[in-house]
């Protein structure tokens, strides 16, 4: 529990102070998978970002399940 808080601030103070993230903006979001990358998705999805995410092909399906939509170039 105390990784998840420590990802959750780390994600709040890289997208809303530093990026100043708005509604409506696309963020890309590298390494998806990982419990900051999560962490990342569900902040930037309560904030009204558009999401784009990697992240590994075995990692696909838990990225998928947390509403992000699987897309190919």
Same mark, same amino acid.
């Given at each position: ?28 979001? %590298? ?22 995410? %990697? ?19």
């Amino acid at each position: 529990m105390q990784q998840y808080t420590f990802n959750i601030s780390q994600g709040y103070f890289a997208l809303a102070e530093l990026g100043r993230l708005q509604p409506y903006q696309t963020l890309l979001i %590298t390494a998806a998978s990982s419990s900051t990358g999560m962490a990342a998705i569900a902040m930037a999805k309560k904030m009204g970002a558009t999401i784009i995410a %990697t992240t590994r092909t075995s990692k696909k399906r838990d990225v998928k399940n947390i509403g992000v939509a699987e897309s190919r170039g």
